[in-house]
């Protein structure tokens, strides 16, 4: 099997695996218990967070609060933005956020909330004069960016867009689950209120993941209990997951000090495109080139159904994931290629292809051969169009 399939989610790293098994086998003291057999449980809880801080640039470790993945992160600073600011009715984000941001704003959508989705160019960035335009509407509860897309990597400006919220006076929430372990995240360095992250996307487990507080920003507690978390979150923790993501992010951590801009992963994505684009030559890169994350690689291949790529990858063992999503029994093409630019057929023509770490020169190598083939296989067969059902939905 050749995986290429990294922004959905990653293997856990071998040295994640061997710290977490001593806190499922013998260490199952309740972190919360007054005993020492709990104490070392909540030492472990305390190092793990002073890990996950470190590698999103926390100013201080009681900024991190542990949950069971970035989908409830997002929630919760949502849900708490709403608690705390009860008047407000209006919410912003971009128009490429994931799932875990769109389907919320939905919801309150039709619940009376005013939802402005700011575009994005082409290539995918941000148009932030219209960001600036809508942060100055009264009534903002929150704003929500995606810090690097789980579909394209483009990456937000985020700086810019945070300084322009801090600016108007409106709490923004980043989405960096994707860009957490893959390119730099400096959180005390911007003006942002909260910030998701999860671990099983850089090599931790899944079901673990955490949110950043800002602390100096308000913040109100949505899971309540006994109180976990300084009261923040509530639930006894999930003390092997949370000791996975603590060692998943320290190495992240060391790997990105190493080198920023990760190199080696670029150049194996790059080697990828160039493959595939010199034997495809009408196939074009989703997304702005120079302004993605370094392992994400999302093609379009005109004429092509996207979904009959996936079946001939699949059968070559090469995993990857569709520009497309069921939904509703139906084949539903990306919204945020649509949102790009990009019609129905294209976006049903686009695959993603995400690497990691573990990712070998060879592997790209066969990869990108088995791609080259099943284009060229269905363009022989079916012409210019293929046509076929994608189950599951898009991480
Ligand atoms: N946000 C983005 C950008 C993602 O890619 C994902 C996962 O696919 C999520 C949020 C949800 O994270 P989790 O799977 O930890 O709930």
Redesign the pocket.
């Known amino acids: 099997m050749i995986y290429l399939d990294n ?2 989610t990653t293997a856990v790293a071998p040295e994640a695996i061997e710290a977490m098994l001593p806190w499922l086998k013998e260490g199952y003291g309740n972190p919360s218990a007054g005993y020492r057999f709990g104490k070392a449980s909540r030492r472990a809880v305390e190092e793990a967070r002073e890990e996950v801080a470190a590698l999103v640039g926390a100013a201080d470790p009681a900024e991190i609060v542990f949950t069971s ?4 992160s ?1 929630h919760t600073a949502i849900r708490s933005s709403l608690s705390v600011r009860p008047q407000a009715r209006r919410l912003l984000a971009s128009a490429v956020e ?1 799932s ?1 941001v769109y389907e919320p704003f939905q919801s309150l959508g039709e619940r009376g909330y005013a939802i402005d989705l700011c575009p994005v160019d082409a290539a995918g960035r941000l148009d932030l004069d219209a960001w600036r335009r809508s942060l100055a509407a009264d009534g903002l509860a929150l704003a929500a960016l ?1 810090w690097a897309n ?1 579909e394209t990597g483009v990456l937000s400006p985020v700086a810019e867009a945070a300084e322009a919220a801090a600016e108007a006076g409106v709490p923004l929430h980043c ?1 960096a ?2 860009a957490v372990g893959k390119s730099p995240v400096e959180a005390r360095a911007l003006p942002i209120q909260s910030l ?1 992250i ?1 671990a ?2 850089f090599h931790g487990p899944k079901g673990v ?1 955490a949110l950043y507080l800002n602390r100096r920003s308000h913040f109100e507690p949505q899971i309540l209990g006994g109180g976990q978390e300084a009261g923040r979150r509530s639930g006894t923790e999930n003390l092997p997951g949370i000791v996975g993501m603590g060692v998943a992010a320290r190495l992240a951590r060391e790997r990105l000090e190493a080198d920023p801009a990760q190199a080696a992963t670029a150049a194996l994505r790059d080697r990828f495109e160039a493959r595939v684009l010199a034997a495809v030559p009408d196939a074009e890169i989703n997304g702005e080139p120079a302004g993605r994350l370094p392992n994400t690689s999302n093609l379009l291949f005109p004429g092509i159904d996207g979904e009959g790529l996936l079946i001939l990858l699949d059968e070559a063992g090469v995993c990857c994931s569709p520009g497309s999503a069921c939904s509703t029994g139906s084949v539903q093409p990306s919204r945020v290629l649509l949102a790009m630019g990009r019609s129905r057929s294209q976006a049903r023509g686009s695959v993603r292809f995400s690497l990691s770490r573990f990712t070998t020169e060879t592997e790209i190598d066969e990869a990108a051969a088995a791609v080259v083939a099943a284009a060229k296989k269905l363009r022989v067969v079916f012409g210019s169009g293929t046509s076929g059902r994608v189950v599951g939905g898009r ?1």
Do not use: L, R
């Open positions: 922004n959905a993945g970035g989908t409830e997002i994931h875990a995606i789980n989405d689950v994707q998701s999860s099983h996307k993941g991480s």
